[in-house]
């Protein structure tokens, strides 16, 4: 996950989201359909895109009678890294600071706060 340092811009991650959702290998002329009814973005605008995400080993190109783009990076993986990132960048690596920062900004409802509990209980019994 160490080369995704190179970081995903917001536009690159609407590629990825695609091919996540997509759940199979598409080709340039879905993705292009898909990213232009989603966000009327033009072919070279999403072309570039792939392109980039190609260079940057994100996204690997499988030729059939066109190519065809699948994701290296899972959601998942993704995720992981891009929390960690944030853990890092605004909490100096304290994940606890991030909770208690969720918890007091009130973005956890209380059903949430039972979730995470019941979690952490689950995660201890391991």
Request: no cysteine; proline share 2%; glycine share 4%.
């Amino acid at each position: 996950m160490g080369n995704l340092a190179e970081r995903i811009s917001d536009s690159e991650l609407e590629v990825m989201h695609l091919l996540w959702e997509a759940g199979t290998p598409l080709p340039i002329s879905e993705i292009r359909i898909a990213l232009q009814q989603r966000r009327g973005w033009e072919a070279t605008t999403v072309k570039t895109l792939v392109n980039r995400l190609v260079a940057k080993n994100v996204l690997a190109q499988e030729k059939r009678n066109v190519f065809y783009y699948i994701p290296l990076v899972s959601q998942e993986e993704y995720n992981s890294w891009a929390t960690s990132q944030l853990i890092d960048k605004l909490y100096r690596g304290s994940a606890r600071n991030l909770v208690a920062a969720l918890v007091n900004s009130d973005s956890l409802s209380d059903k949430d706060i039972r979730e995470l509990r019941d979690f952490f209980r689950m995660e201890d019994e391991k």
